[in-house]
């Protein structure tokens, strides 16, 4: 939840930035893009991998640990239903 968070506050951030005429929508854009991607690498990249990025400790130990929430948080949505299931949901569907 803090990351996602953080990650919501930047976009709404750059959103605001470029609603009151600040930046221009294509800068915007581009920078928006980076965020995601930021938020993506650190999403997929191991606990090892977040350690060769040569940040401060600290920031790689926030990190590892908002990933390992935001892992905990999606593990349920990202988990595939069984076929057993599926079938009863639509066997249960059906008509007469």
């Known amino acids: 939840m803090v990351l996602g968070g953080t990650v919501a506050l930047c976009v709404a951030g750059v959103c605001l930035v470029v609603v009151l005429g600040l930046l221009p929508p294509a800068a915007g854009c581009l920078l928006e893009f980076f965020v995601v991607a930021l938020y993506a690498v650190a999403l997929g990249v191991s606990g090892q ?48």
């Open 49 to 96: 991998g977040l350690a060769r990025l040569r940040l401060p400790r600290r920031w790689i130990t926030w990190l590892q640990s908002a990933v390992t929430e935001e892992e905990a948080e999606l593990g349920s949505a990202i988990r595939p239903v069984p076929y057993w299931a599926m079938a009863a949901l639509r066997k249960a569907r059906m008509p007469g």
